[in-house]
Nanobody, 121 residues
Framework: QVHLVESGGGLVQAGESLRLSCLAS????????MGWYRQAPGKQRELVAT???????NYADSVKGRFTISRDNAENTVYLQMNSLKPEDTAVYYC???????????????WGEGTLVTVSS
């Protein structure tokens, strides 16, 4: 059974940094794209950043230049380095992965349960 587990969230002040990690485990054959999404109170979930299996990245305009997504394919882990954090970055951050559990399985999308990031002003 596939699990995505996020870690690294917490409470920081504006201007500080945090690094989120997400480990995918449990019978994984291959992982395609991985990504981070976030949902602030009262708002819809939105894309933060994605990274392909070969390292191509995509960022929301609101985080470009401040956040960096990376991955370790050998460890099935994706990271999000968040610098110069702002109060508007406050949200629950969710990890996402598109993966196959076997060579013949359909590629499915999996989500973690989220980690809370709170940025105080």
């Amino acid at each position: 059974q596939v699990h995505l587990v996020e870690s690294g969230g917490g409470l920081v002040q504006a201007g500080e940094s945090l690094r989120l990690s997400c480990l995918a485990s449990g019978g994984i054959f291959s992982i395609n794209a991985m990504g981070w999404y976030r949902q602030a109170p009262g708002k819809q979930r939105e894309l933060v950043a994605t990274i392909s299996a070969v390292g191509s990245t995509n960022y929301a305009d609101s985080v470009k230049g401040r956040f960096t997504i990376s991955r370790d394919n050998a460890e099935n882990t994706v990271y999000l380095q968040m610098n110069s954090l702002k109060p508007e970055d406050t949200a629950v951050y969710y990890c996402n992965a598109e993966l196959r559990t076997t060579a013949w399985a359909v590629q499915l999308e999996y989500w973690g349960e989220g980690t809370l990031v709170t940025v105080s002003s």
